[in-house]
Every structure is written in C-alpha cells, then in structure tokens.
C-alpha cells in the first residue's frame, strides 16, 4: 500500500497543476498563489513521505524506479519552490506542475515490491549520492523547461506575432538568467552527486568505476554541461545557443536516467540494484 504522505502530495500535485493551467488561461493572481500553496504543501507531504520510509526501512526508500520517479518529482517541485522565491517568474509553475505530476503518476502506476533492506543500502554514501545527484537533476529539468520557454517567446518576437505565450512569458533576459542560475546551481551538484557515487561504489563494490553503461552515460552528460558552463563563462555564450544546449543536455540525462537502465545492461540498473548486485 501507497502511505498517506504519498497519495497526498500526487494529490497536491494534480491540484496544483489544474489551478496553474487556470492561471495561464485567466492570468489571475491569486491563482498562482493558490497553486503555490498547493505545491508547497504537496511538497512537505513528499518530504514527509521520504523521511517516514527511511525511518521504516533503515535505509533511503530510492532503490527501486518507481522510487526514483518520486523523487525526482520531489526534486523538481523544490527547486520550482526555490527558483519561484528568487526569480518571481509565476507562469513557472504551469510548466513544472505538469512534469511533477506526470512523473508521480508515472511511480503510482508502477507496481510495489516487497522491501528487503540490504547492507549496502544503508551508506550514507548512498543518500549523499542520491541528494546531490538528483537535486542537481531537478535544477537542470527547470532549466530544460525555461529554455522551452525561452524558444517560445524568442519565436513570438521574431516573428512579430504575439501569440498566447506573448505577454505570459518573461523576458527573454529574465529567462535567460534564469537559465545560467540553473546550470551555475546544477553543475557543482552533478559533480558532487558524481564523486559521491564514485566513493559508495567503492564501498560497496570495491571500486571506484567500471565504466558501467549508466556510469558513461553520466560522465557524457557531465561534460556537456562542462562545455555549456564553460563556454557562458569564457566565450559568452547567451540566449537561444545556450537553450538548446539545456534542452539537449537534459535529453541525454534522461536517457542516462531511464533509457540506461531498460536499454542497456549494466549494475547501475534499477532491477539490479533492487536484487542482487
């Protein structure tokens, strides 16, 4: 059975996302406040339900990919809460509240297994690994949807047409910062989520890399965001190279994150890890 803490933030989720789908339609401003309380106690509910299933379990409840999924919903929905207090860029929230939901949906669905706790599971090299890497996952979703954003309304001027996006969405500079902020943020976290996954395999595997499919897949995502980093920095890269760069760059993170694990072998997958690595 799914805890309470669980159906209560999907529920949350959902909520949020109808009252952000009014608020781009009616553009009322109590609506998006609405939708942010939602979120934020949808949030604290997810949070709860984390803490209780380490307290049950012994170890943290993210071995399995239904898990996974759930937090990388819970990731997602606190950097949302987090960019929303700096940035103020409300019609946020009707990107990320879909994506948050669709991915709580996607873990509901999945069915449960019966939860065996192994030594291994019980690192602390583990929940380091596992907070960082995925904190630093959900900061560079919220980048791959501001770029979307940003492609959208860059069109709407180009094209001197202002469409229904138009006068919803920020300005381009806005989302713009909004995009280095996310890739300033992430990257230190994907490094450090990197080297601490490299440290709990050689706890628990003897070795620090054994070039993994998962593990190549990661490193090819890290250097992409090295190169989009580095070229902000030193070349002064701006605007729409640097979107598509966070579109593509999250792309492939996705496929190192769910592709890997279905379509090639290796001990990072889930159905390993969840047996008998």
Not at 58 to 86: D, N, T
Request: net charge positive; hydrophobic share 55%.
């Amino acid at each position: 059975m799914y805890p309470l803490w669980f159906n209560l933030a999907l529920a949350c989720y959902l909520a949020g996302t109808v009252i952000y789908f009014l608020y781009i339609a009616l553009q009322r401003k109590f609506l998006h406040y609405i939708g942010y309380t939602i979120l934020a106690v949808g949030f604290s509910a997810h949070t709860l339900f984390f803490i209780f299933g380490y307290v049950q379990r012994g170890y943290f409840p993210v071995v399995e990919f239904r898990e996974a999924l759930s937090f990388f919903a819970w990731a997602i929905a606190g950097v949302f809460l987090g960019m929303q207090v700096k940035f103020n860029v409300r019609i946020l929230g009707s990107f990320v509240t879909p994506l948050c939901t669709v991915l709580m949906i996607c873990s509901r669905a999945l069915p449960q297994e019966a939860a065996v706790a192994k030594p291994l599971y019980k690192s602390i090299w583990l929940v380091l690994h596992v907070s960082t890497i995925f904190l630093g996952n959900g900061i560079f979703a919220v980048a791959f949807v501001v770029a979307i954003m940003y492609l959208l309304q860059e069109r709407q001027i180009k094209t001197k047409k202002a469409g229904f996006f138009f006068h919803r969405l920020p300005s381009l500079t806005t989302l713009d910062s909004m995009n280095y902020y996310c890739i300033m943020v992430g990257f230190p976290l994907l490094t450090l989520g990197m080297i601490t996954g490299s440290i709990y395999a050689q706890t628990a595997l003897g070795t620090f890399w054994r070039w993994d499919p998962k593990e190549v897949w990661s490193l090819a995502t890290w250097l992409l965001y090295a190169a989009l980093l580095h070229e902000r920095l030193t070349v002064g890269w701006r605007g729409r190279r640097t979107a598509i760069m966070a579109i593509v760059g999250f792309l492939v993170l996705l496929f190192s994150f769910i592709g890997v694990n279905f379509l090639l072998k290796g001990y990072h997958s889930f159905a390993t890890l969840g047996g008998a690595l």
